[in-house]
């Protein structure tokens, strides 16, 4: 008996050395791991100080004209911050990109958007250029409000359309029921067709500022080329921040097919 309980307890013991040595790892590693982000967000502070006092001379010349049409997305809960957004599109202007994409899932930012046209000294609703006929390029931006709805209601449209078009061509005898299908092309067909003249282009960048790495619904046909970069809160903007995710964009070779 006295062996047997000996054993259980050197058992015991090494279960418990075990399980703190497991332990001390995990905590080694969790170290290992803060000191590599405080690092790494140390270093993105002090290159974004550095940018944004010209300190970096690469950044100081930008070929903005590559940046066609430029998106940002921001998280529902940041959106509220309207004070950021308007600085955020104050730098934007300031930059020189001329024709902007605003998204939030909630459409927060869609409810503003006329108290933020009338706090930037030269931008203009895309819908009220479209109507007035105005030049996209002219000397003022240009600004686009989307939401999870536009979205959901330009797929509903779409797919209306192709079911009309369909039934239409069943009636009439037109197409066989057997080898008519859909595909990707005539859906995008179908959405060109809905919302050509009421909203912009495809971005070919788009911001993403949120705690997560994705683009938050932001309308999947529209971003097929694009150039997605988070950018992290809204609250940790950052002028450096933006003008090195143009900047990064703007070299970047594109080889375009036909």
Same mark, same amino acid.
């Given at each position: 008996?006295?062996?047997?309980?000996?054993?259980?307890?050197?058992?015991?013991?090494?279960?418990?050395?075990?399980?703190? %040595?497991?332990?001390?790892?995990?905590?080694?590693?969790?170290?290992?791991?803060?000191?590599?982000?405080?690092?790494? %967000?140390?270093?993105?502070?002090?290159?974004?100080?550095?940018?944004?006092?010209?300190?970096? /001379?690469?950044?100081?010349?930008?070929?903005?004209?590559?940046?066609?049409?430029?998106?940002?997305?921001?998280?529902? =809960?940041?959106?509220?911050?309207?004070?950021?957004?308007?600085?955020?599109?104050?730098?934007?202007?300031?930059?020189?990109?001329?024709?902007?994409?605003?998204?939030?899932?909630?459409?927060?930012?869609?409810?503003?958007?006329?108290?933020?046209?009338?706090?930037? =000294?030269?931008?203009?609703?895309?819908? =009220?250029?479209?109507?007035?006929?105005?030049?996209?390029?002219?000397?003022?931006?240009?600004?686009?409000?989307?939401?999870?709805?536009?979205?959901?209601?330009?797929?509903?449209?779409?797919?209306?359309?192709?079911?009309?078009?369909?039934?239409?061509?069943?009636?009439?005898?037109?197409?066989?029921?057997? =080898?008519?299908?859909?595909?990707?092309?005539?859906?995008?067909?179908?959405?060109?067709?809905?919302?050509?003249?009421?909203?912009?282009?495809?971005?070919?960048?788009?911001?993403?500022? %949120?705690?997560?790495?994705?683009?938050?619904?932001?309308?999947?046909?529209?971003?097929?080329?694009?150039?997605?970069?988070?950018? /992290?809160?809204?609250?940790?903007?950052?002028?450096?921040?933006?003008?090195?995710?143009?900047?990064?964009?703007?070299?970047?070779?594109?080889?375009? %097919?036909?």
């Amino acid at each position: 008996m006295d062996l047997k309980h000996g054993m259980q307890r050197v058992h015991s013991w090494i279960k418990r050395i075990h399980n703190l %040595g497991l332990q001390v790892l995990w905590y080694f590693l969790h170290l290992l791991i803060t000191l590599w982000y405080l690092k790494s %967000g140390l270093s993105q502070v002090i290159e974004s100080y550095l940018i944004s006092s010209g300190l970096l /001379g690469r950044y100081k010349t930008l070929n903005i004209g590559k940046l066609r049409y430029l998106a940002i997305v921001v998280e529902s =809960e940041d959106a509220y911050q309207i004070s950021k957004v308007l600085q955020l599109l104050q730098w934007v202007e300031a930059i020189g990109v001329k024709h902007v994409c605003l998204y939030d899932s909630e459409g927060v930012l869609k409810k503003s958007k006329q108290s933020i046209i009338k706090n930037l =000294e030269n931008a203009i609703l895309l819908e =009220e250029a479209i109507e007035k006929d105005l030049p996209l390029d002219q000397n003022h931006m240009t600004l686009e409000f989307v939401s999870i709805s536009d979205g959901k209601e330009a797929i509903t449209r779409a797919a209306n359309l192709l079911f009309m078009k369909y039934l239409k061509l069943a009636n009439t005898g037109g197409a066989d029921l057997e =080898e008519q299908f859909f595909t990707e092309a005539h859906m995008d067909e179908a959405l060109k067709a809905l919302v050509s003249g009421h909203r912009g282009p495809e971005p070919d960048l788009l911001l993403v500022y %949120g705690p997560v790495r994705c683009h938050l619904g932001f309308p999947a046909w529209r971003i097929r080329y694009t150039e997605i970069v988070h950018m /992290g809160p809204l609250k940790f903007m950052s002028y450096g921040s933006l003008i090195k995710a143009i900047y990064k964009y703007t070299m970047v070779y594109q080889n375009y %097919g036909t």
